[in-house]
C-alpha cells in the first residue's frame, strides 16, 4: 500500500512540484490541499500517515494545521511544517505545535523529501 502524504499548500505550482518529486522518491499516494481547512477535512477521511503543511496560508497557518491535526483521535499522523522564508522558519514554535520535523522549500525538494524519509514510516 505505501506511505500516504498529505501536502498542505495554497500554491498550485508548488503542489505539483512537491507530488512530483515525492511520487519519484517513492511515496505513490500524495494527496493535496489548498488550504488547512481542505487538509483537515482530507486527514480526517484519508487518514494519511504525514502531513506536510506551509506555514503561510490563507485563514489557518501551519503551525495551528499542525496543532488541530494531532488533536485527530486516533490519525497519529507525523507533520512536517515547511517555509519558503529561511529565517521565518520557528524550529521552536513548530515543535511547540506538535510538529515532528520542519524543512525549507526549494525547487528541488531536496529538504522535504529528506525530512519524510527522516520519519522512517514503514510502508504497510
Known sequence: MGVKILIIEDNPQDQKIFQ???????YAQVL???NGEEGLALAVKERPQIV??????PGMDGFEICRRVKAIDGLNA??????????AVDAGKAREHGA?????KT??????????????????
Open 20 to 26: 512530483r518529486y515525492l511520487i519519484r522518491a517513492g
Open 32 to 34: 493535496l490541499a489548498a
Open 52 to 57: 506536510v503543511t506551509d506555514t503561510n496560508l
Open 78 to 87: 507525523r507533520v512536517i511544517v515547511m517555509t519558503g522564508q529561511v529565517d
Open 100 to 104: 515532528d520535523d520542519y524543512c525549507v
Open 107 to 124: 525547487s528541488d525538494c531536496a529538504p522535504l523529501i529528506a525530512a519524510v524519509k527522516n520519519l522512517d514510516i514503514p510502508s504497510s
